[in-house]
């Protein structure tokens, strides 16, 4: 079964950076776009970053977007067809949450299109 697994999480002052890490290990054919959502204590789920395939995403390839709290701060990249990184400068204490990877792809070639989700990385940003 398809596992996404996030690596990277933890403690760092304000100001610091973080680098997050996923992983799609066990079965996968082939995934579309990743992403990566946090939830914070009291708040919604929400999108922080995705990169798509739009072609070879080991060479550069990937249509990236970010949410508007995130711009200039943070870039998502590919190291892989089936991994993906989140490297976060610039730590706010307003970027503290649980960060989530996720992947829209297809567990084998007769699967529709799905969303995975990894089990979730602490980032906590201290003042």
């Known amino acids: 079964q398809v596992q996404l697994v996030e690596s990277g999480g933890g403690l760092v002052q304000a100001g610091g950076s973080l680098r997050l890490s996923c992983v799609a290990s066990?079965?996968?054919?082939?995934?579309?776009?990743m992403a990566w959502y946090r939830q914070a204590p009291g708040k919604q789920r929400e999108l922080v970053a995705s990169?798509?395939?739009?072609?070879?995403?080991?060479?550069?390839?990937?249509?990236t977007s970010y949410g508007d709290s995130v711009k200039g701060r943070f870039t998502i990249s590919r190291d892989s067809k089936y991994a993906v990184n989140l490297q976060m400068n610039s730590l706010k204490p307003e970027d503290t949450a649980v960060y989530y990877c996720?992947?829209?792809?297809?567990?084998?070639?007769?699967?529709?299109?799905?969303?995975?989700w990894g089990r979730g990385t602490q980032v906590t940003v201290s003042s």
């Open positions: 996720n992947a829209l792809g297809m567990a084998n070639y007769y699967s529709s299109r799905m969303y995975y």
């Open positions: 066990g079965t996968m054919f082939s995934i579309s776009t």
């Open positions: 990169i798509t395939s739009d072609g070879n995403t080991n060479h550069g390839d990937g249509t």
